[in-house]
């Protein structure tokens, strides 16, 4: 395997030992029952939790957790990347689209999830869709607001040029503003992915009744600890992934753009 360009050893080497560090330290804490403010006596070792996810995943049920946390993030993300790519595309291009649709969206984008579950629970039939409209919600603004700076951002003299070219409105929309903005679009869509899991169990929790974020909170409830260790790291995993095929869709959908090395490796 090659050095890595900064030195020292290689990227996926270091990645592989900064995992390890963190299992290390965790098992260590929980072994000597560390207590400096920060207590780690009723926290499950690595070991338990393996035991523990080991005994999960031989049975059906968590299975049914991951497929409803999956379904709802999926559609509520869909969704909410839709709204929010063809929002911030008129906001961020049509001055009359920001003067009448921008003013709302600042108005609503602080409300924090939760604060949106009750309300969302008298708006909507079912458990399922008012879960998956607070997940929408999550995904919706850093995908608009990162869609609108996208825009803005575009280097005028492209305009301009397309312009002299002979390029209409409709073909300058297309072929500079879209592909232009599209870097930051998928910013957006990789945070609002993250965004939208944290309102998603934030939702799961309070008004659930499947789900890994049901599961984890119910594992609470029954002083399961190593469950609840189960349903975090579930959490982590499923989210780390999604973000990893946001990106790497991202890439494929960007082919103009430089694959070029970070300073240092």
Request: hydrophobic residues 50%; proline residues 6%; aromatic residues 12%.
């Amino acid at each position: 395997m090659a050095p890595a360009p900064g030195g020292g050893w290689p990227r996926p080497v270091r990645r592989v030992l900064s995992l390890g560090l963190f299992f290390v330290v965790w098992h260590y804490s929980t072994k000597w029952d560390v207590d400096l403010y920060v207590r780690f006596q009723n926290i499950p070792t690595p070991w338990e939790v393996l035991e523990e996810a080991a005994t999960q995943l031989r049975g059906a049920a968590f299975y049914g957790h991951i497929l409803a946390s999956l379904e709802r993030i999926w559609l509520g993300f869909a969704v909410a990347t839709v709204l929010g790519i063809s929002l911030g595309l008129l906001i961020g291009w049509f001055r009359l689209a920001e003067d009448t649709l921008f003013p709302p969206i600042e108005l609503l984008r602080p409300i924090p999830a939760v604060a949106w579950v009750p309300l969302s629970i008298m708006l909507w039939p079912t458990e399922r869709s008012s879960i998956v409209f607070i997940t929408t919600l999550g995904a919706f603004f850093p995908i608009v607001l990162n869609t609108i700076h996208g825009v803005e951002g575009i280097d005028r003299q492209l305009v301009r040029a397309a312009t002299s070219l002979g390029a209409g409105r409709a073909a300058i929309f297309r072929e500079v503003v879209i592909p232009g903005a599209l870097p930051s679009i998928v910013t957006g869509l990789s945070v609002g992915m993250g965004v939208s899991w944290i309102c998603l169990i934030s939702a799961e929790m309070i008004s659930g009744q499947f789900g890994v974020g049901y599961f984890t909170w119910v594992a609470y409830g029954i002083v399961k600890y190593s469950q609840v260790v189960v349903g975090m790291l579930t959490i982590g995993v499923l989210g780390m992934l999604s973000s990893a095929l946001i990106r790497l869709v991202g890439w494929r959908c960007m082919p103009w753009l430089p694959r070029g090395v970070k300073d240092g490796g």
